[in-house]
């Protein structure tokens, strides 16, 4: 009986588990880059703002302000772990949208006036001002921050057309919205996706006057303002502008949203650069290694050697790499507090739609961890995120999207 009941916990306990793993990952997005005080200092400024990290899976909510409750009726803990896109409707404009999605592949700034929708389901106007954050000394996207500026409705001579369909979207936000602290990204997009195809149109739109319009830029100057300054105090400059560092470039956002989806530990390096530096490191790869983004971009994967890795099998891997063939090999590798780790490695050559080597995979595998490979052999596993970082490079590489676009 004490076992069954256990075996039945034991689902209840990992649900647990991994919603704690949650906060601590989106909080860590901010408290690794800035520092363990930021979080109190963002609280303190005033405005409706919310931060996102494009380098996770889904491109969530990794901050929401005070002011952004009070705006739309959400409670923080709901839209944490989220999509932006939570606060768009049915009449939300499509052109409006795709402007911004293009501001963000783009990773510039961007304004403009949007109808979202409130957790109620009542429409309601705002200035959105988005704004890059980038790293001061390489010029890395490190976080999108997204003001918005409730637009005053008084000006408007008729009333929101959008509001007719108050009733049912509030029913649907219900329904969109699940209990959990982190429910799934792409829940409430599915919602309104369907919604959209009812072919209802979307309102005419609000103009934002130039003092709603210097606000938003304003807000946003203090919040970045900041993070500049905690983020000093990790050694950890940022910039409301980019300055690339010479010889890394950096993956476009489109790369960086395909590459966050797959749960391996991996990281890529580019094939055409110097000593073939680490230009992306997934979450489990942080996880495995102790080893923070910012700690490892831009070094060689020599960093997890240690004084009993292997120089032979070290030898192996740099034949394969040198012939372009894939390999795979057991090595003694070393995380960051000196601890060491037997690593199931695979290396692969990753090819763009030419069919030229761009960058390498190595996909690293504790082979001494308890793993749930859904019934694959390990070898298997590995595998499984090569082929998904194959389909993103080629695919993004026919159409120019692989890099982030030079300014």
Not at 84 to 89: D, E, I, K, N, S
Not at 156 to 185: I, K
Not at 228 to 243: F, I, M, Q
Request: aromatic share 6%.
């Amino acid at each position: 009986m004490a076992s069954s009941a256990a075996a039945e916990a034991d689902p209840a306990e990992r649900e647990r588990e991994q919603q704690h793993e949650d906060r601590h990952r989106l909080a860590s997005s901010l408290t690794a880059r800035y520092s363990d005080w930021v979080l109190e200092a963002l609280d303190e400024l005033p405005g409706s703002f919310l931060l996102t990290d494009p380098a996770l899976a889904g491109h969530p909510i990794v901050y929401a302000s005070r002011g952004l409750a009070a705006l739309t009726g959400y409670a923080r803990r709901e839209v944490l772990g989220r999509n932006a896109r939570v606060f768009q409707g049915a009449a939300t404009d499509r052109a409006a949208v795709a402007g911004v999605r293009e501001a963000v592949r783009a990773q510039r700034a961007h304004q403009v006036a949007i109808l979202n929708y409130r957790r109620d389901g009542s429409p309601h106007w705002v200035l959105l001002h988005l704004a890059p954050v980038f790293h001061a000394r390489d010029g890395r996207l490190l976080h999108f921050l997204a003001v918005q500026v409730p637009i005053d409705a008084k000006r408007r001579a008729a009333p929101c057309r959008g509001a007719q369909h108050g009733a049912v979207l509030a029913a649907c936000r219900e329904e969109a919205r699940v209990d959990e602290d982190f429910p799934c990204a792409s829940h409430a997009g599915k919602v309104f996706v369907d919604m959209d195809k009812r072919g209802l149109e979307s309102e005419e739109p609000c103009v934002a006057t130039e003092s709603e319009k210097e606000k938003a830029i304003s807000t946003a100057n203090s919040i970045v303002s900041a993070l500049n300054r905690y983020s000093k105090l990790t050694g950890l400059a940022v910039s409301g502008k980019r300055c690339d560092s010479v010889g890394i470039p950096a993956l476009s956002s489109s790369l960086n949203l395909s590459l966050g989806r797959i749960k391996q530990s991996f990281v890529l390096t580019h094939s055409c650069l110097p000593d073939m530096p680490i230009i992306y490191a997934s979450d489990a790869f942080v996880s495995l290694t102790g080893y923070s983004r910012e700690e490892i971009l831009g070094c060689n994967c020599k960093v997890l050697n240690g004084p009993h890795t292997s120089v032979e099998v070290l030898e192996e891997i740099n034949q394969h790499i040198c012939s372009e063939q894939a390999c795979t090999v057991d090595l003694l590798s070393y995380r960051k507090d000196g601890s060491s780790f037997h690593d199931l490695l695979h290396v692969s050559p990753i090819r763009d739609a030419s069919g030229k080597v761009a960058f390498h995979i190595w996909v690293h595998l504790d082979v001494g961890a308890k793993h749930d490979f859904n019934g694959l052999t390990p070898e298997v596993w590995q595998l499984g995120a090569v082929g998904a970082v194959r389909v993103a490079v080629r695919g993004l590489s026919a159409s120019g999207s692989l890099l982030r676009p030079s300014q």
